[in-house]
C-alpha cells in the first residue's frame, strides 16, 4: 500500500472532529445505549453484532481473540457507562484543546491512523479522570468508524512522560483498574 516513509493525509482533524450534530443529548444516547447492551451481554449479542458487522463490509477474522477484545469492550462501557456519557460541545472542545489526546492528521507508513494519549500533560485542575477517559473513548470509537482505519488498524502511543503526583492524586483504585480494562 505504501512505501516505507511514505504518509497519506486525510483531513483528519482531532481538534474539532465532533459536530454538535454527531451526538444525541445525553438521555437519548444514554437510553439508546442501555437498550443496546443493559445487561444483556451475551453469546447471542455478540454473535448478532458480528453478522451485522460482516453484512455491512466489517469482516472478523474468526478468532477467540477478537471476540473476547469486543466482549471486554461491551462490558467495560456496561460497566463504566460514567466515563461514556456525553458532555457539551463546549466542554469536550476544551479537553481535547488541552492537546492529552491527539489523532494525527497522517497516517503512519502501513496507513494505520497514529493516536497519542499524554496523560503526563494532564492539568488535573482543567480535566478530570472522567474527562480524560472519555474523551479517548470518544476518539477510539470515532477512529474505529473510518474505514481505512477497519482495514489497517490504529497505532496508539501511549507516552507517559511527566506523569506524577498531581495526577495520581486525583485517580482512585476503580479509576486505575478501568483505565487499565479500557487500554
Known amino acids: 500500500m505504501f512505501s516505507d516513509g511514505e504518509v497519506e493525509t486525510d483531513g483528519f482533524d482531532a481538534g474539532f472532529p465532533f459536530s454538535d450534530n454527531v451526538f444525541a443529548k445525553d438521555g437519548i ?10 445487561a444483556n451481554l451475551s453469546e447471542d449479542l455478540i454473535q448478532e453484532f458480528c453478522e451485522g458487522t460482516t453484512k455491512s463490509g466489517i469482516h472478523f477474522d474468526g478468532t477467540k481473540d477478537s471476540i473476547e477484545v469486543l466482549r471486554k469492550y461491551l462490558e467495560n462501557k456496561r460497566r463504566c457507562a460514567q466515563y461514556y456519557i456525553k458532555d457539551n460541545m463546549t466542554h469536550i472542545r476544551s479537553v481535547l484543546n488541552l492537546q492529552n489526546h491527539i489523532a494525527t492528521l497522517h497516517r503512519d ?6 493516536f497519542i494519549i499524554r496523560p503526563g500533560r494532564w492539568d488535573t485542575n482543567k480535566a478530570t479522570i472522567s474527562d480524560m477517559y472519555c474523551v479517548s473513548a470518544m476518539l477510539c470509537e470515532f477512529m474505529a468508524t473510518e474505514f481505512k482505519s477497519q482495514i489497517s488498524g490504529s497505532l496508539v502511543i501511549f507516552d507517559g512522560e511527566g506523569f506524577g503526583y498531581s495526577q495520581l492524586r486525583t485517580i482512585g483504585i476503580q479509576d486505575a483498574k478501568n483505565t487499565a480494562d479500557f487500554m
Do not use: C, H, P, T
Open 109 to 114: 507508513s502501513l496507513g494505520r491512523r497514529v
Open 29 to 38: 444516547w444514554q437510553k439508546r445505549e442501555l437498550e443496546l447492551f443493559g
